[in-house]
């Protein structure tokens, strides 16, 4: 199965809005052949790319209607609820180890008990996305986050804060490859562009974890004893003796009860508000035309529109496809309809492999296979780095001249609130001649690891703030653009799958590099390593065809 055949957009003129309609409507030629199997744009394409190229017809008919911009808008919430969570232990692990008291290379357990969770997450709901079907995925993720996040502000010990964070991490995880693949698949082919959008509510996750820190932490966490140092933790003391009890160290707490909620705020939207259908493109691959059908025709009614496709049209395309394998036994293939669910499971297992291997069905796939997970590899790597350790970082450059914690908490809403420019510019990106797609991510990531090394040589406020605020602002620009292409690139069958072990390689690697950099003594080593693992990224994606970029998604 290709995983593109050309880079049109394909017109839906609406004179032709019935013309593959019901078998009783639809004027069969002198042969009895229905007119779909006379269409030029279907030459050459596999059973599954014909019944999804007239899927994307379909979809593209509507434009960006109500349905759409629902599904655009809660798969957003995700991608709020993925960085909203992941810059939380930054702003939390401080006041943690001051009432907890756990050495200082115990720091970074958090963030990787944390990525722990996602890398399963990823790995997981990414696979069980095109078994198991978009619905049930969708929704099980943000339910699993909620729970376990609802509970983290309450445990006393280090130990059970980490289990409840990888937990956590295990709902959050699957969410960027899962809001990605199901966006992709409803979104008209000409509003691609929104997939990257779909970033914007990274940065929105950022600043509104990072006000609910502004306006707990600094007031309730615990201050400087009798001695005019930092009050130490309970356990460190003897007992009487002043320290940092749970009372007066409520701050974090009260933090993360909060994005607990958020969290199940996004999963009733999802579950009870806004009902959401499986997707087409799902149902089409596991046979299931019929389906397929009522859930386009669901989807045209929300619009206010007509369905413009039958069971016979995807009917005459299967027949015609088992009348040309006959020859082979009538064998089975992917988006074979009826014929495929009464196959036998010894031939469904054969057809779960053929799945498997569209990752490296030739050497242009495998190579951009390949490319995608080491630019995912170290981007993780250096955006981990960087989420987990600049609070830290800004914290103690800050104090070192003089600006207090609650400057340092407001700066970081400065900081952050400009990365929602920065994902816009990325889905500018989409549209302007020569630059496109790739050379965003070569510039944004480039800027990215410059502005990293660049904040290891100074330390003012101005630069403190303006260099912090560069990287994220390029890193947000180079994310957009990375989330959002990467499903473009692989069919549906394998697309869930594929974004899952994109981001499965990066998660895991996201656990390794708070380890290591929890280990360097300079913080600005720290700095260079998550500066020079981006400019990885910089090659991997020079080494990337372009011809795939933007072609027709099936």
């Known amino acids: 199965m290709a995983i593109a055949a050309g880079g049109g957009i394909i017109p839906h003129p609406e004179d032709s809005k019935h013309l593959y309609g019901d078998s009783e409507t639809v004027d069969k030629g002198a042969d009895g052949r229905h007119p779909i199997l006379d269409d030029e744009e279907l030459k050459g394409l596999t059973l599954y790319e014909k019944k999804a190229l007239l ?37 939390v692990a401080t006041p943690l180890q001051y009432e907890l008291g756990f050495p200082k290379d115990q720091y970074g357990n958090i963030f990787s008990a944390f990525s722990a969770g996602l890398t399963a997450g990823a790995f997981v709901w990414g696979v069980l996305v095109d078994i198991i079907g978009r619905q049930y995925a969708f929704n099980l993720t943000c339910l699993i986050a909620s729970v376990f996040g609802l509970c983290l502000g309450a445990p006393s010990t280090y130990s059970g804060i980490l289990v409840l964070t990888a937990f956590t991490g295990f709902g959050v995880g699957g969410n960027i490859p899962i809001d990605t693949t199901i966006c992709l698949e409803f979104i008209p082919q000409n509003r691609r562009f929104l997939l990257a959008l779909l970033s914007i509510f990274q940065p929105l996750g950022v600043v509104v974890c990072s006000g609910i820190a502004y306006g707990f932490i600094p007031k309730y966490t615990c201050g400087l004893g009798p001695d005019g140092k930092q009050l130490p933790a309970c356990n460190k003391v003897a007992a009487g003796a002043p320290c940092c009890t749970k009372a007066i160290n409520m701050g974090w707490r009260y933090t993360l009860f909060c994005l607990g909620a958020i969290t199940l705020f996004a999963f009733i939207m999802r579950f009870v508000v806004f009902r959401f259908q499986e997707s087409p493109k799902f149902l089409i691959y596991r046979g299931k035309d019929a389906k397929a059908v009522k859930v386009l025709e669901h989807i045209a009614k929300f619009n206010g529109k007509e369905c413009g496709i039958s069971l016979a049209t995807f009917d005459a395309l299967t027949d015609e496809e088992a009348s040309i394998n006959s020859a082979d036994g009538g064998l089975a293939v992917l988006g074979g309809g009826a014929r495929q669910l009464e196959t036998s499971a010894l031939t469904k297992i054969k057809l779960e492999f053929v799945r498997m291997k569209l990752l490296f069905a030739n050497f242009q796939i495998a190579r951009m296979t390949i490319l995608v997970w080491i630019t995912y590899i170290f981007d993780y790597w250096g955006f981990s780095v960087a989420g987990s350790f600049l609070p830290q970082i800004l914290l103690i450059k800050n104090a070192s001249i003089n600006i207090g914690i609650n400057e340092t908490y407001r700066n970081y809403i400065i900081i952050y609130f400009p990365g929602v420019v920065g994902v816009l510019l990325g889905g500018l990106m989409y549209a302007v001649p020569l630059i496109g797609r790739k050379w965003g991510m070569i510039i944004s990531s480039a800027l990215m690891g410059i502005s990293l090394f660049l904040f290891a040589t100074v330390n003012t406020e101005a630069s403190n703030i303006g260099l912090n605020l560069m990287e994220y602002f390029f890193q947000s620009m180079f994310n957009a653009i990375l989330y959002g292409w990467t499903p473009e690139v692989f069919p549906a069958p394998i697309r869930g799958t594929a974004c899952g072990i994109a981001s499965f390689w990066g998660r895991l690697f996201g656990i390794v590099s708070p380890l290591i950099a929890a280990h360097i003594s300079d913080i600005n080593g720290v700095l260079y390593l998550a500066g020079g693992a981006v400019f990885i990224c910089t090659i991997a994606i020079l080494l990337m065809p372009t011809k795939q970029m933007g072609a027709q998604s099936y």
Do not use: K, P, T
Request: with cysteine; proline share 0%; glycine share 16%.
């Open 55 to 91: 899927v994307n017809r379909e979809l593209d008919s509507h434009g960006m209607g109500r349905y759409q911009w629902w599904i655009w808008g809660l798969c957003g919430f995700g991608y709020f609820l993925d960085l909203m969570w992941a810059q939380a232990f930054g702003l």
